[in-house]
Nanobody, 117 residues
């Protein structure tokens, strides 16, 4: 059974930075596509960033150039470095692990990120 535990959320002023971490248990991490999603107050969920086992990344247009996703397969952990944060980045951020074909292994419990103006 795969479990994902996020950490690193919090309150930050606009222009600031935060780094989210997601630690995965289980043996699937090295072969899973890892992603960060967020859900805002209007309950819309969007993919923020994803990274393949080989390190290929993709980003939402809204965060391109400001956020960086990375993974450490030795630590079974994926990170999301968020710089130049904006109030519209305020959301609950969720970590996801999925198979290459698309079906999900697991979701994390979510971590709140709040950016004040």
């Amino acid at each position: 059974q795969v479990q994902l535990v996020e950490s690193g959320g919090g309150l930050v002023q606009a222009g600031g930075s935060l780094r989210l971490s997601c630690a995965a248990s289980g043996s699937i991490f090295s072969t899973a596509v890892m992603g960060w999603y967020r859900r805002n107050s209007e309950k819309q969920r969007e993919l923020v960033a994803a990274i393949t086992p080989g390190g290929t990344t993709n980003y939402a247009d809204s965060v391109q150039g400001r956020f960086t996703i990375s993974r450490d397969n030795a630590k079974n952990t994926v990170y999301l470095q968020m710089n130049s944060l904006k109030p519209e980045d305020t959301a609950v951020y969720y970590c996801n692990a999925r198979r290459a074909q698309g079906s999900s292994y697991a979701w994390g419990q979510g971590t709140q990120v709040t950016v004040s103006s």
